[in-house]
């Protein structure tokens, strides 16, 4: 069974930090590209940050410089580390994993942390 679990979202004062945590079971980790997306309350959901099986990473415009996605594969573990945050990155967030597994593309979601800005 695949199992992503997300933790460390939680309530932030804006330029404050927090770090998020998906741990994966279930699916060979390393070679996925694994993602975190967001959802705010009337928007649709968003890429965040996406890192390959490589290594490779991207981030959507209004995120790059104060989040870093990085991965640690011994650990099935992919995180978001989220600094100088504010307000408009309230949302719920999402870790994704996305891959070709063979001739099939494989993809698995899980159930949302959220982070809230506010002072």
Not at 12 to 41: D, E, K
Request: hydrophobic residues 30%; aromatic residues 8%; glycine residues 12%.
């Amino acid at each position: 069974q695949v199992q992503l679990v997300e933790s460390g979202g939680g309530l932030v004062q804006p330029g404050g930090s927090l770090r998020l945590s998906c741990t994966t079971s279930g699916i060979s980790f390393s070679l996925y590209a694994m993602g975190w997306h967001r959802q705010a309350p009337g928007k649709q959901r968003e890429l965040v940050a996406r890192i390959t099986s490589g290594g490779v990473t991207n981030y959507t415009d209004s995120v790059k410089g104060r989040f870093t996605i990085s991965r640690d594969n011994a650990k099935n573990t992919v995180y978001l580390q989220m600094n100088s945050l504010k307000p408009e990155d309230t949302a719920v967030y999402y870790c994704n994993a996305d891959g070709l597994i063979g001739l099939i593309r494989k993809n698995y979601w899980g159930q949302g942390t959220q982070v809230t800005v506010s002072s």
